[in-house]
């Protein structure tokens, strides 16, 4: 919803809006922007009366101001809905989707086309490095999105990304999340299906050659153009990827029908990044960018804030800033780093805190996910609903249960050694948890 408020903006309307603890780096891309933020869902944001309010999937019948606007007959629509009638319309979609990997694919095919001078719009949900916003309208014709499945508002069910009708799909990975909207996976790939319904037969879907809930939703029914990618050739992959001998995904050869066409030396890790670039690099050549020229932008490629993001060192101790929060991505992100520091130790610590985890969905899995591990902490406020020391349990002693914040920060601070490496991973702020951390170890380092 920032980044849709940045492009409403930018197109040349008068903008305010509302939320419950926004944080960085969203909060001062909005004031950075003159976007005037209200805390909370008082009535009292629509004086003077808006012309239209676009309406967050977040706000829900109850809330004070979704109740003034029905009763004021204010003209509502959703996000999504403003999006596809007031930009997307007469643009070359390019929709990124899929459970996990959405946004750094988005960001990099991006990249891609800006630095072949195409000059995209796009709507990223987290802040790509390269960029110094979430969000832009860019030049005609095309138009970069992170296609989300989360449901569109209190007044259509359906997945966000039915709306955008793309013409270039990314299909990542596909697994159950957001427990709180789907009943099962079949749900979600009901979802999915009526996504591949809409593209049309000149377009093109890049997907996951490895993904068997993927090959499931396309069995029901595909109309466009596919192409597979998989970094070990899966599904008999058009585009795979080539690593040295354990190799971390900081380099590797790009071959497409198993010719090589690229090669990608980049900061990133983590074998999960190498699939995203594959998908990257497929959906920009359907745009017209040829492989080559894209595994050379990648070569330029600076991340995503918040993923595996190196916050600071203090007292010789790497504190991360990581997204994961679905058992999938917690284990990839470890390998990611496991790769890259070898020996050292890892200092895991979660916030299960989307509403999927909250609900217990992902806790027999949970530990599992954590082993690559060496220590794991896990936040678990009393509201949580689930055993927390139960769900860790078969980690041993390596497990550590933090009711409070408080208390997180004065375990780690106490456990913490020069050359661990403390990977802090949350969907949300952490209440700000890497800032304190990284306070605490200076001063214990000034000190030593």
């Given at each position: ?160 990304f039915v709306h955008y009708r793309p013409r270039t799909v990314v299909l990542n990975n596909l697994e159950f999340d957001h427990a709180d909207i789907y009943p099962d996976l079949a749900a979600i790939e009901r979802q999915f299906q009526h996504l591949v319904r809409m593209i049309p037969g000149g377009g093109r879907i890049l997907v996951n ?175 949580l609903g689930w055993d927390a020391g139960q769900a860790l349990a078969p980690l041993g002693a390596r497990a550590h249960v933090a009711r409070d914040l408080d208390a997180l920060l004065d375990g780690l601070s106490a456990e913490l050694q020069p050359g661990d490496h403390a990977l802090l991973m949350s969907n949300g702020g952490f209440g ?17």
């Open positions: 919803m920032g980044g849709i408020a940045a492009i409403a903006r930018a197109a040349g309307h008068q903008v305010s809006g509302s939320d419950r603890n926004v944080y960085p780096p969203m909060s001062t891309q909005l004031a950075g922007l003159g976007i005037a933020l209200t805390e909370g869902y008082g009535a009292e944001q629509l004086d003077p009366r808006p012309d239209v309010v676009v309406v967050g999937n977040v706000c829900s019948r109850g809330m004070p101001v979704v109740e003034a606007v029905l009763e004021r007959g204010i003209p509502y629509c959703s996000g999504p809905e403003w999006l596809a009638r007031e930009v997307l319309a007469e643009r070359w979609v390019l929709a990124v989707a899929g459970t996990h990997g959405k946004t750094t694919t988005s960001a990099m095919l991006a990249w891609i086309l800006e630095d072949a001078g195409l000059s995209p719009g796009f709507l990223i949900g987290g802040m790509p490095g390269n960029f110094a916003v979430s969000a832009r309208l860019g030049e005609l014709p095309f138009f970069v999105i992170e296609a989300d499945e989360y449901d569109t508002a209190f007044f259509d069910k359906r997945a966000k050659g490895g993904d068997a809930n993927l090959a499931r939703v396309l069995a029901q029914g595909c109309w466009s153009g596919v192409e597979r990618f998989a970094r070990d050739g899966a599904g008999a992959a058009l585009w795979t990827a080539q690593l040295p001998p354990g190799g971390d995904g900081s380099a590797f050869t790009v071959r497409m029908a198993g010719l090589p066409c690229g090669r990608v030396s980049w900061p990133l890790i983590g074998l999960h990044n190498v699939d995203n670039a594959l998908a990257a690099i497929g959906a920009a050549r359907h745009a017209g960018v040829t492989a080559e020229r894209a595994c050379l932008a990648l070569n330029g490629f600076a991340g995503v804030r918040r993923r595996m993001e190196l916050r600071g060192t203090e007292a010789g101790v790497r504190v991360y800033d990581d997204f994961a929060h679905h058992p999938t991505a917690i284990a990839t992100t470890l390998e990611g780093l496991r790769r890259r520091v070898g020996a050292a130790r890892i200092v895991a610590v979660l916030e299960p805190r989307s509403n999927t985890m909250r609900a217990g969905v992902h806790r027999d899995t949970l530990a599992d996910s954590l082993r690559g591990a060496d220590s794991v902490w896990l936040y678990a406020p009393a509201d700000g948890l890497h800032e304190r951390l990284l306070a605490a170890l200076a001063v214990r380092g000034a000190h030593a």
